[in-house]
């Protein structure tokens, strides 16, 4: 069972910040869109942190999110949003549904890293 849920639609993106996190230790599970995210969140429960992209077709992230606070009832997975996005009221809105942090691409792993492992640990 997986540790980390990344979520984007850049195949690239995923296979770099999979690939960096997986040499760190953690086991990861990737989704291509938030629909996909959301359906492997309820098939692995054992997911401690989300990290996913904001803009994505079908469902965006922070639909996502939202779904995964209020259909889903889960408070207790811990999410960052990743994205190239910097904007306050979309930082607003993330905190609505208790985003633990944010990450402006393009991913840097060793700046992530204590973050990440904070996250998965508590």
């Known amino acids: 069972m997986s540790q980390v849920l990344v979520v984007d639609d850049s195949s690239v993106v995923r296979m770099n910040v999979e690939g960096f996190l997986t040499e760190n230790g953690f086991t990861v599970t990737t989704a291509i869109n938030g629909l996909d995210g959301l359906s492997k969140l309820q098939a692995d429960k054992d997911i401690k942190l989300v990290i996913t992209d904001i803009s994505m077709p079908e469902m965006d992230g922070i639909t996502m999110v939202e779904k995964i606070r209020t259909e889903l009832n889960d408070d207790h997975v811990n999410i960052l949003v990743f994205t190239n996005e910097n904007d306050m009221e979309l930082k ?31």
Request: net charge positive; glycine share 6%.
């Open 92 to 122: 607003k809105r993330c905190k609505k549904f208790k985003i633990k942090g944010w990450i402006v691409k393009p991913f840097n792993g060793p700046s992530a890293l204590p973050v990440v492992q904070h996250l998965v640990n508590n």
